[in-house]
Every structure is written in C-alpha cells, then in structure tokens.
C-alpha cells in the first residue's frame, strides 16, 4: 500500500508492520485512538518511528477502509 508499511507473513503472522520494525499498524493505531499526540508515541512508546511512519498507518487504515465493500441488508 505504501513504502513504509510492510506485510511480510514471517513477521506477526502477517500483520501490517512499519517497514523495518516489528511494530504493527494495528499498536500504533490503539495508541492515536487512545488520544496520545504522534509526538508522545514516538516518545513514550517507540522512538524508532518517525511522524511519517505514524501518518503512514494512518494513510494505510484509509486505504483499506475505502477499499472494503460494504452490504447494508435491506
């Protein structure tokens, strides 16, 4: 989906992670939903990343939410 994210099945079975790392979208999303600025998870949780890794998971949730189809049963 972009260069910053990376599936890769031998790490976290396959969960989207930041390239290079085994940090999944997934943690770095529970973090920004729990209301931490990007600042504090860089610092407090995992000071390997960058702002734009973070705006990458961001970008990453985007792009497979509008990719999902949705049926609404009528």
Do not use: W
């Amino acid at each position: 989906m972009n260069n910053r994210i990376t599936i890769d099945s031998e790490i976290h079975f396959g969960k989207p992670c930041i390239t290079g790392t085994r940090i999944t979208v997934k943690d770095v999303l529970e973090l920004v939903s729990e209301g931490l600025s990007f600042k504090e998870i860089i610092k407090d949780y995992y000071p390997d990343l960058t702002l734009d890794d973070i705006r990458a998971c961001l970008q990453y949730a985007i792009e497979v939410v509008s990719a999902e189809e949705v049926h609404i049963a009528g």
